[in-house]
């Protein structure tokens, strides 16, 4: 197997092709609005903490419709709920971009939309997420993953820079109105995908499929580490609603400030496109305690430095190490869930994932607001870094994770998967 990215689930899954050019296209203008809007909040208040506050804001519709939804994704056919969604954050981009021609935006409708557009991605995630392994065989599911965040890194990478150059030149309405027209362009290619009725055992969207779904993952000590892992990463790690003082101190303006976003993408971007070894790593668990420890290195000396070409670097870098911890962390949890119960583990699944982030905003924007960006950027890192180490010795039974497609009974009973026994 060579070293570049496999691009076979491409070639041998036509609705697979759809999804990923959809999520690839429509991904590049959220990450174009994810940018323009705490920096459109920054600006219009001169404060970090209101930008932390945005997070806050997003938070709670992000925990609470990623459950739910994943309930639905389980509970109805997965292509009318994708399409569903991605028409409703169509709307909200329309909104965004109407706002930010009025000559005084409403500052409080960014945190309304912010919030509404949190609570979309939180139904959308789950859909695609529950959607992908039912398109192809397990084999091709990691390469999958790979072409995933391939599309994700560049999509962060892009998005930003362009975000940037878009509000520098042309100002925030235009950021906003290029989302419109990747959503529009996504929804062309997701309504070619065939019909994907519930899989036969599952059950309606209720309060107790919901709470069966949280009883599965309270059994799997590996899976509820794959969630703990990341969620100790964003939180500490993830200093986003920083970079626009990081960006002032730093000496830089937009441009900066969109290449600083895209730096963390760039590094995962190049990442990817290198990914084809990550088929033969046999511990996947432990591939991610040391992704998870790396991106906390790089993050701490991007917090010291004053350079902006350095900061950049270790930024890159760190994103290169979680896009290899998202791998790793995306197959094993695909591995362990049974295909009726995948719409709720993925709506648990991004609750950490984009909630971790999330929280990260409000505890980095606090720190940074009450003792200073650099300390609130370095003691985060450093926490990681700590965190990984602990985990490693507290659950050892992440670490000696065992991939069940190496193991003798890989083609027989997936009982036997390491997974089962936490």
């Not at 459109?40 to 739910?68: C, I, N, R, Y």
Request: glycine share 12%.
């Amino acid at each position: 197997m060579g070293l570049l990215v496999d691009t076979t689930p491409l070639r041998v899954s036509r609705d697979f092709r759809r999804l990923w050019a959809g999520q690839a296209i429509s991904f590049i203008g959220s990450m174009i609005t994810s940018a323009a809007l705490p920096y459109q909040v920054f600006h219009a208040t001169g404060s970090s903490l209101d930008v932390g506050l945005l997070g806050a804001a997003q938070l709670v519709p992000l925990l609470l419709f990623s459950v739910v939804g994943g309930a639905f994704a389980d509970g109805i056919d997965k292509r009318r709920l994708l399409i569903g969604v991605n028409i409703a954050a169509l709307c909200v981009s329309v909104a965004l971009t109407v706002n930010a021609s009025l000559d005084h935006p409403q500052v409080w409708l960014l945190y309304v939309l912010g919030a509404a557009s949190s609570g979309i991605f939180a139904v959308s995630y789950p859909v695609t997420r529950s959607l992908l392994p039912l398109l192809l065989e397990s084999e091709l599911r990691p390469a999958a993953y790979a072409l995933q965040a391939t599309y994700g890194s560049f999509g962060m990478m892009a998005g930003p820079a362009v975000g940037g150059a878009l509000i520098g030149g042309l100002g925030l309405a235009s950021a906003y109105g290029v989302d419109i027209a990747t959503y529009v362009v996504a929804l062309i290619a997701f309504f070619g995908l065939s019909p994907s009725p519930p899989v036969p055992g599952a059950v309606p969207a209720s309060r107790d499929s919901v709470l069966a779904g949280l009883r599965f993952l309270k059994g799997h000590s590996v899976v509820m580490s794959v969630f703990g892992i990341d969620l100790l990463a964003m939180v500490f790690g993830m200093p986003r609603a920083l970079f626009p003082a990081l960006t002032e101190r730093l000496g830089g303006g937009p441009t900066l400030y969109g290449l600083l976003l895209s730096s963390v993408a760039a590094g995962a971007f190049i990442a990817s496109l290198g990914s084809g070894w990550t088929s033969r790593v046999k511990r996947p668990g432990h591939a991610v305690l040391w992704s998870v420890a790396a991106w906390g290195v790089t993050i701490a000396i991007a917090g010291l430095t004053h350079i902006a070409a350095v900061a950049m670097a270790m930024l890159a870098a760190a994103g290169a190490a979680d896009m290899i911890s998202g791998v790793y962390r995306s197959s094993i949890a695909a591995e362990v869930t049974p295909d009726d119960l995948r719409g709720r583990v993925s709506g648990v699944e991004i609750a950490v994932y984009a909630g971790g982030p999330v929280l990260g905003d409000v505890e980095a924007g606090v720190v940074g607001g009450l003792v200073s960006v650099p300390f609130a950027i370095v003691s985060g890192g450093l926490a990681c870094v700590a965190g990984a180490a602990i985990f490693a010795v507290a659950v050892p039974s992440f670490s000696r994770y065992v991939s069940p497609e190496t193991l003798p009974t890989a083609r027989g009973d997936r009982s036997a998967s390491p997974a089962e026994a936490g």
